[in-house]
């Protein structure tokens, strides 16, 4: 059975400091990979996708994947307390299911 | 704004009542999926379907749960003989192709609450 783990938190990160989100995989042959972001009673929200090993910035966030440690992270730089929020992470792999999420990390930025 | 529609957003139903939860996909896209998430929990894949197609239905209950997206009109999802262990929020996502290549988009959900 498919699994992706995330520390369920809450991480607590001061304002303007970098959020650091973690994510393992179980399945090897995954070859997309999501964060989304949920506030409180709403609905996910993509924020990044990466499909490939290495970096991929977009403003404020930084992706990285590693496929051989099947591990996927989130950085958030100068973190704003706007960014308190779940984190999901999701895994697209070769079958025929849809995205499999882990259970999210509750993130509080502390102004 | 043409993204994922859904409706209700709130739905209320009593036990042993059938609940029908409404999606359509942001225009132009032919895939839909439909999860559900419990207080606390993360997103629980249910059923993925293309037009007049199921694909994978396999995290649906087997029992009173179906789902269907018809040629015209919006995605269906159908409980039927509530129970409270049903309530929770159901999200539908739409991509325009294969799900390994393209990110998901949610719709606002529908909160199924069973007294």
């Known amino acids: 059975q498919k699994e992706v783990e995330q520390n369920s938190g809450p991480l607590s990160v001061p304002e303007g400091a970098i959020a650091s989100l973690n994510c393992t995989y179980s399945d090897r042959v995954s070859q997309s990979f999501f964060w989304y972001r949920q506030y409180s009673g709403k609905s996910p929200e993509l924020i990044m996708s990466?499909?490939?090993?290495g970096d991929k910035e977009d403003g404020r966030f930084t992706a990285q994947l590693n496929k051989a440690s099947q591990y996927v992270s989130l950085l958030i730089r100068d973190s704003q307390p706007s960014d308190s929020a779940t984190y999901l992470c999701?895994?697209?792999?070769?079958?025929?299911?849809?995205?499999?999420f882990g259970k999210g990390t509750h993130l509080i930025i502390q102004p | 704004n043409a993204g994922v529609m859904q409706n209700p957003r709130h739905l209320v139903r009593r036990r042993g009542q059938e609940a029908r939860l409404r999606c359509s996909p942001v225009k132009g896209h032919s895939h839909v999926y439909w999860y559900r998430q419990l207080p606390e929990e993360g997103l629980k894949f249910m059923v993925y379907?293309?037009?007049?197609?199921?694909?994978?239905e396999s995290g649906m209950p087997k029992e009173r749960f179906s789902a269907e997206f018809p040629k015209e009109g919006p995605s269906i999802l159908r409980i039927q003989q509530v129970v409270r262990g049903d309530s929770a929020a159901y999200f539908c996502a739409s991509s325009p192709r294969d799900r390994v290549s393209s990110p998901l988009h949610f719709g606002n959900g529908t909160r199924l609450t069973v007294t």
């Open positions: 990466i499909y490939s090993n």
């Open positions: 379907l293309q037009k007049e197609n199921i694909i994978d």
């Open positions: 999701a895994v697209a792999g070769g079958g025929a299911d849809g995205l499999t």
